[in-house]
């Protein structure tokens, strides 16, 4: 028998692993816990974020399956309600609003009960009605999930790409159509780089900045909503246009990246700033230092250290094979072609997820009717 858990769906009532978790239990369990097509499942006890989200359970595997004693089960009438329809609605903002302003306190978490759920008001068109609505949210529905795989499936062909282009496994063509040959340079890191050690000298920047393992170079008001600086900044270190910077300690959790959308900024004198030489492409680099020979190198570095540090001597020491230069510029060309696609889809996929909460606050409270043919009426 599989178990549905709270961590099987996420906050818009989808699925995100179809891999359930097995257990054994006995027929009273089975009986009293045992979903049907169509039902509901709403988690009644957790912290205020995840509270109140639901699912509809489809069985689309045909496997008997069980829900968690965290969640309550909604069986709806069908001639009255559809429930593709009523699970917009319970997902939908107003009602989590309702259940996290109902809900009853408790230091780690909070809980619902059958009553709150049985309070809920909300906009209740008739059948035919509920069902169009519901059609034309599942079609949003389905261009989100259909994104969300591209974005999935250009992830792993980049990360495919990048394991065959920085290993020299696959070659790339020259301008004359030419396959690269030859062999790839053997060097170490240090020999392409140079560190920065430039201060603010008369704290002539006032642009601080931090390092991010996700979002790269910020602010520290976008990270901690308010700046984290001392007054002085005179002694913090100067990072220009082109130049990379990387947490010491953090190293080993991405805290590594390129500056581009400023033109120069100061940051906290235990970072480490350096720049490429020119026989080294700026962006080849960048896509090295998230490659897994990279990750490897750097994973190596930290074992053994109290502190898991990787200062820039020990950065320096990494080996590395690296190509001529045009064909450095090649490789990195093929990999920002595959990120902006990446990006293209994501731009996609918050339109998608914008439009379909706008369809939701209007067609799930009344304030936009839908046109439901005869022949839909019946």
Known sequence: TSILRISDFDNDGNLVTIDLQKVQLDNSEI???????NDIVINRVNSLTHLGKAILWKNLNKINTVYESNMMRIQSDSSVIN????IYILNSKPSRNYFRTVAKRAVAQCSINQQDIKSLIFFFPPLPEQTKIAQILTTWDNAIRTTEQLIQNSEQQKQALMQQLLTGKKRLFDENGKRFSGEWEKVRLGDLLNEVKARNQNDAIQRVLSVTN?????????????RVASENVSNYKVVKQGQFAYNPSRLNVGSFTRLDKFSDGILSPM???FAVKSSLNSDFFLYWMQSHEAKQRIKNSTQGSVRESVGFDALCSFPLRIPPLLEQQKIAAVLTAADNEIDTLKQTLCRLKTEKQALMQQLLTGKKRVFVALDEQE
């Open 31 to 37: 009986e009293n816990y045992l979903l049907e097509e």
């Open 83 to 86: 429930p593709d329809y009523l």
């Open 214 to 226: 996700h979002s790269g170079f910020v602010l520290p008001e976008e990270q901690f909503s308010k």
């Open 271 to 273: 970072y480490v700033v």
